[in-house]
């Protein structure tokens, strides 16, 4: 069955750099949900898009931003990177419906470094 | 404050023996629990959730029960095997306006040795 995609799935960026992470959810998933998960750490929760709206915001900050497009892919925008960023993120997806909003499908993860 | 407290932090279990995890929440609103495990590396795989409208739900080798009015909730995994040695998450969510995002608790780091 088909995954939840990502890429790249490593990138390495300086201080100060911008980064573009993306997210390819499962053929006919209409929610992507970004997570970050620092090492050792659970994954928190940074935003939400649903059908191409922003659905939910959690511990995002200002200095990054994403969409959703008209195919359902999403892109993760960070800006003035910082060492703290070094980090996995991941993007899940799930369909709306009775039942199935509550079930994410996780990718493989995009691993940042920040130098 | 941790919304979802999971323990134990790590776990050693003998193959073939019981591994039992924990987590507690607070916020009542919750109405739906996932366990997620996740291997070094790799994305979170959901391996089985519950509604707080049933008190046990089984999956072959992975049980989860609730107890709603204790809002705490436990993963068993009968007859472990090695390679069920990863971290494993839970999570709660609740319905909300499009977006049904994941609280996870700190994570459980189990390992099940020969």
């Known amino acids: 069955a088909a995954g939840v995609i990502q890429s790249p799935r490593h990138l390495i960026k300086e201080k100060r750099e911008t980064a573009t992470l993306k997210c390819y959810p499962i053929p006919r998933h209409d929610t992507v949900y970004w997570y970050q998960q620092g090492p050792g750490q659970d994954p928190q929760f940074l935003i939400s898009f649903y059908e191409k709206m922003q659905s939910d915001k959690g511990s995002i900050p200002d200095r990054f931003s994403a969409q959703q497009f008209s195919d359902y892919h999403s892109e993760l925008n960070m800006s003035s990177l910082e060492l703290g960023d070094s980090a996995l993120y991941f993007c899940?997806?799930?369909?709306?419906?009775?039942?199935?909003?509550?079930?994410?499908?996780f990718g493989p993860g995009t691993r940042l470094t920040v130098t | 404050q941790q919304q979802v407290k999971q323990s134990p932090q790590s776990l050693i279990v003998q193959k073939g023996g019981i591994s039992i995890i924990n987590c507690a929440y607070e916020?009542?609103?919750?109405?739906?629990f996932p366990w997620y495990q996740q291997f070094p590396g790799k994305g979170p795989a959901l391996l089985i959730a519950i509604r707080p409208d049933v008190s046990e739900k089984k999956e072959g080798r992975f049980t989860i029960s609730f107890n709603k009015s204790a809002k705490q909730f436990s993963l068993h995994i009968m007859d472990s095997q090695p390679g069920d040695s990863a971290t494993y998450f839970c999570?709660?969510?609740?319905?909300?306006?499009?977006?049904?995002?994941?609280?996870f608790g700190k994570g459980t780091k189990l390992s099940v040795i020969p």
């Open positions: 999570a709660a969510s609740k319905s909300g306006a499009g977006s049904y995002q994941l609280t």
């Open positions: 899940a997806s799930s369909l709306a419906g009775r039942k199935s909003s509550y079930e994410q499908y």
């Open positions: 916020n009542t609103a919750f109405d739906y």
